[in-house]
């Protein structure tokens, strides 16, 4: 049993070579408890607004005769009956992203249309906060993927960027290009990340300030559906941030080839 489930690889040491016996079951192991933990962790952020809608109830039933105080009741029913359905919307859309890595319609997409969705979307939170939402994106950098998915994690990004951000300040949304790769940048001038925090936000259901982010309405789930998107995507999601400065999250995705043109469109075949 133990023989069947070690592997031999002969792995690269300075200047000498190492045979190393692997155990092959370790990432089905490591898979199991990330599936684990994943499902922990729902069942705990459903706890909480569940719990909320319950006590909520009760209360309501409590105050039947105080319409006032029904009222206020129902509207904090209606927040948390909305959180819910947030996060579950999000769970569902995070285990869609992690069960298929291969994307199901990939098109031709402009970037300047998908930001300026993405842009559009957050316009109403934005002006709820005064915050000037500043884009530049060049016409013509073209990306081979989905537009619905892609939208969605800029969308992210920038509603990130006025969640965490204080009144009247500026938000800015910017793509160029490098070396065969479009990068979108989301630039905020908001709280900030620590360094020692700059991976384990993209994690699922982790949250810089808990206290912050729950308050505000904040699943845990936003970067953890950017990361899975721009990697389904081929491409990779960064962070720069320094407390009290800002932060920049970066998405960089190969710009789309001839090759993928031709696939998007058989008729434009030669
Ligand atoms: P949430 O729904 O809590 O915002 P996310 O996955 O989108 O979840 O983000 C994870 C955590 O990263 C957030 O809880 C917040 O602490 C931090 N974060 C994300 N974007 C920003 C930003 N632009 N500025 C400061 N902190 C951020």
Redesign the pocket.
């Known amino acids: 049993e133990i023989a069947r489930n070690l592997s031999v690889r002969v792995a690269p040491l300075g200047t000498r070579f190492v045979l190393v016996l692997a155990d092959d079951n370790t990432e089905s192991i490591r898979l199991d408890e990330v599936r684990r933990d994943f499902i922990a962790n729902i069942s705990h952020e459903l706890k909480t607004p569940i719990g909320a809608i319950g006590v909520l109830a009760d209360a309501i039933d409590q105050a039947a005769e105080d319409p006032a105080h029904v009222r206020r009741f129902a509207d904090r029913m209606t927040t948390e009956a909305d959180r819910l359905a947030a996060l579950t919307a999000e769970i569902i859309d995070l285990s869609k992203l992690q069960a298929n890595e291969a994307l199901h319609e990939p098109q031709l997409l402009q970037v300047d249309e998908i930001v300026a969705d993405a842009v559009d979307r957050n316009r109403v939170v934005a002006d709820g906060k005064r915050v000037t939402l500043v884009t530049r994106a060049p016409s013509g950098l073209a990306v081979f993927g989905e537009a619905p998915l892609l939208t969605v994690a800029v969308h992210?990004?920038i509603s990130?960027?006025i969640?965490?951000?204080p009144e009247g300040s500026r938000v800015g949304v910017g793509v160029r290009r490098t070396d065969g790769v479009v990068e979108i940048s989301?630039t905020?001038q908001?709280?900030?990340?620590p360094k020692s925090?700059h991976d384990r936000?993209?994690e699922r259901f982790?949250?810089?300030?808990?206290a912050?982010?729950?308050n505000?309405?904040?699943?845990?789930?936003?970067?953890?559906?950017?990361k899975h998107t721009v990697q389904n995507h081929g491409g990779e999601v960064s962070?720069w941030?320094q407390p009290g400065n800002?932060?920049t999250?970066t998405i960089r995705l190969p710009e789309a080839s001839g090759i993928d043109a031709i696939a998007a469109d058989p008729a434009a075949r030669p």
């Open positions: 992210n990004l990130n960027a969640h965490y951000s989301v905020d908001g709280v900030g990340i925090d936000v993209f982790y949250r810089v300030d808990d912050r982010s729950r505000t309405g904040g699943t845990g789930l936003g970067l953890a559906i950017v962070v941030s800002g932060s999250f």
